[in-house]
T-cell receptor, first 111, second 116 residues
């Protein structure tokens, strides 16, 4: 079983709509959860991190964490063509430990 | 702040040669750096965890004698791909965790290695 699982996509969403990206993880003791965006040929860039159950909002992005279900998601409101990228979910067991990435979900925003 | 610089950004080498990639944290100290490898259309796979002043911890399946990691200071870690082969061609990315930080990783720009 993979430690961090994501639907590979591609996920196609019309411009202006809400894009919903999902991720599940296997280690119940995981404490920190990250969403990275990666454009083709580039390094990942951090979008959001979340530590506590519930929602965390930052601009058009909302991360949601449910530790009981071992589930973390990312919502992108008012999707823009520039949001088209691969979104990587990442999980960390503790603040000093390695971060494990999911396989990524490819998001395409169609005009 | 929190800039991680990787060099070279791309390199082409002949099979059998060795290639060194540097990862520097420019404006912060990093006791821990992580080396990832990413093949086309795949996710980042952790290769090893590099700790300043001690031996690196390698993930299962990663040959420590082939991928030499040195973390000599709080701002520099190097990855040397020894006796490179075409199957080692990949995008190598380093990341660093800030000393006494909150666990956020800062990524370098990546180094694309092509072995002919």
């Amino acid at each position: 079983q993979k430690e961090v699982e994501q639907n590979s996509g591609p996920l196609s969403v019309p411009e202006g709509a809400i894009a919903s990206l999902n991720c599940t993880y296997s280690d119940r003791g995981s404490q920190s959860f990250f969403w990275y965006r990666q454009y083709s040929g580039k390094s990942p860039e951090l979008i959001m991190f979340i530590y506590s159950n519930g929602d965390k909002e930052d601009g058009r992005f909302t991360a949601q964490l449910n530790k009981a279900s071992q589930y973390v998601s990312l919502l992108i409101r008012d999707s823009q063509p520039s949001d088209s990228a691969t979104y990587l979910c990442a999980v960390q067991y503790s603040s000093a430990s390695k971060i494990i990435f999911g396989s990524g979900t490819r998001l395409s925003i169609r005009p | 702040g929190a800039v991680v610089s990787q060099h070279p950004s791309w390199v082409i080498c002949k099979s059998g040669t060795s290639v060194k990639i540097e990862c520097r944290s420019l404006d912060f100290q990093a006791t821990t750096m992580f080396w990832y490898r990413q093949f086309p259309k795949q996710s980042l796979m952790l290769m090893a965890t590099s700790n300043e002043g001690s031996k690196a911890t390698y993930e299962q399946g990663v040959e420590k004698d082939k991928f030499l990691i040195n973390h000599a200071s709080l701002t520099l870690s190097t990855l040397t791909v020894t006796s490179a082969h075409p199957e080692d061609s990949s995008f190598y990315i380093c990341s660093a965790a800030r000393l006494a930080g909150d666990g956020e990783l800062f990524f370098g720009e990546g180094s694309r290695l092509t072995v002919l």
